[in-house]
């Protein structure tokens, strides 16, 4: 039997997702309004995989940033080290340089690279790479993708706090007083946000955003990204794994359609793509006596196993 070559469960390189329509049109209107595309949706129905796909596919730079409960905004923006300036004013005398002690978010790489990488011409080093972009080594253009995941796990106040740097794409340091604008050959940032729903974001940053909101899969859709992982695994799509597609994408719609009761959350392409990968490495179809175990580990978990 052909085994995998896993690349992981979540890889996040961009390198597989099926784009529809909608989904195309949604990222349209974001760039031809100068907006953020807020992507609502089940957890693991590829929210997150979009912007690196997109960035991929358009040969982009591509950054993102995952939020969580003590993300503040301006990590997006800059942080700055003062527990290492402090020490450093300690033992040097003179000036220091406060340059040194800024390190530039994602907002800052995507609006303004050069700026960023003199820390707002506070540096000379104008040669300092870019660590930030994931695909550095692959992409060096003037337009980029930037990522915020999650924005629903911070406080309230971060994304209130974003509205103005996103909406101008400028703003200032306030350990060096420079101010960060896009560059006149930069293109403006395709900016995903997702949201898991967990916490009702503000309607101020709503309305400043285009929404999405992501649908549950069709047994098509998914028999369609099946084929494209297995194939970038190494594993023929032939009819042997047509026909497990084909069950584990009706299986899950059955669990979506008709077994919501008591649950937080229905599954999505992630879960589909486990039991798939667990029914071909363990060589289990639907009907097998494994199967109910499976099953119950990987479409129908119960809502103690998602907690």
Known sequence: MTRFVSHGPDPRDGRIYVLSQELQLAIDVALATDRPLLLSGDPGSGKSSLAPFYAREKRLRYYEHVVTSRTQATDLLWTFDSVRRLGDAQVHR???????????????????????????????????????????????????????????????????????????????????????????????????????????LPQAFLRRCVTYTLPGPTPEQLVEIARLHLEHDGVPFDNEMFELAVALADELVHVRENEQHGRERLPSTAEYLDALRACRELNVRPGYAQWPLVRSLTLAKSPQQER
């Open 94 to 200: 003179g000036r220091l340089n406060d340059g040194a002690y800024v390190d530039p978010g994602v907002l800052w790489w995507s609006l303004a690279p050069e700026s960023a990488r003199t820390r707002g011409g506070l540096l000379h080093d104008s040669h300092r790479h870019d660590p930030l972009n994931r695909f550095q080594h692959e992409h060096a253009t003037r337009g980029s993708v930037v990522l915020i995941d999650e924005i629903d796990k911070a406080d309230p106040d971060v994304p209130n706090s974003l509205l103005v740097p996103l909406g101008s794409q400028e703003f200032t340091i306030t350990e060096t007083g420079t101010t960060v604008r896009r560059e006149p050959d930069v293109a403006a940032p395709l900016i995903i946000i997702t949201t898991n729903g967990e916490r009702q």
